[in-house]
């Protein structure tokens, strides 16, 4: 199991890849009731044209999950989605923090759960997110996510703090939050992903 990143620049070199992980995020989202943009077989929506980078989990051939980073210096998803839930004050921004988004991961991996909620993938992206931040010259991520994933990350040693308050989308209790980057952090998610 192993992680690639996509860049803008590099976008057009992978279009196989981005095309299952377009199909994967249809099949994840559309399933959780979430505001998603639907066409056909993928999941695609307005912040995937600013310039994204994506990360990949492959296990093999095969893609197993998925997350988009997008810096927060223009529109965002929680700024500008969320932004009848949370005031524009709650909302970290600039040059040195990316938010998270469309955090996907394959139902037949989705359950396999460790003795903190995650599963193997979720631990990979994690250990991406951390090392694709410092590449991009980011110390910090914000996010928007499950309470389920808030305990999990808090439990596996990557703790979120969270922006606001709860908010309910589609039936699943969503909690805005920030994450730090540190090589500790990084360490536990390769530690529990069982890589190096």
Not at 82 to 104: M, N
């Amino acid at each position: 199991m192993y992680a690639v990143a996509i860049d803008h620049t590099l976008a057009g070199h992978h279009l196989d890849l981005l095309t299952k992980m377009f199909e994967l995020r249809r099949r994840v989202l559309a399933n959780r009731h979430y505001d998603t943009q639907v066409s056909g077989d993928v999941e695609f929506d307005i912040y995937d044209m600013l310039k994204p980078t994506y990360l990949l989990v492959m296990s093999e051939e095969d893609l197993v999950g998925c997350v988009r980073l997008l810096p927060t210096t223009g529109p965002t998803m929680l700024r500008d989605t969320f932004a009848t839930r949370l005031g524009p004050d709650q909302i970290p921004s600039g040059p040195t923090i990316l938010e998270s988004s469309r955090f996907c991961i394959a139902s037949k991996c989705a359950s396999d759960f460790d003795r903190n909620g995650l599963s193997r993938v979720a631990y990979v992206l994690f250990a991406a997110m951390i090392e694709t931040m410092w590449n991009l010259n980011a110390q910090s991520i914000v996010l928007m996510t499950d309470l389920r994933t808030e305990h999990g990350l808090n439990r596996a040693g990557w703790p979120m703090r969270r922006l606001g308050s709860p908010q309910i989308s589609g039936g699943t209790t969503l909690v805005p939050g920030l994450l730090q980057g540190s090589s500790e952090a990084l360490e536990r998610m390769y530690r529990h992903a069982n890589v190096r």
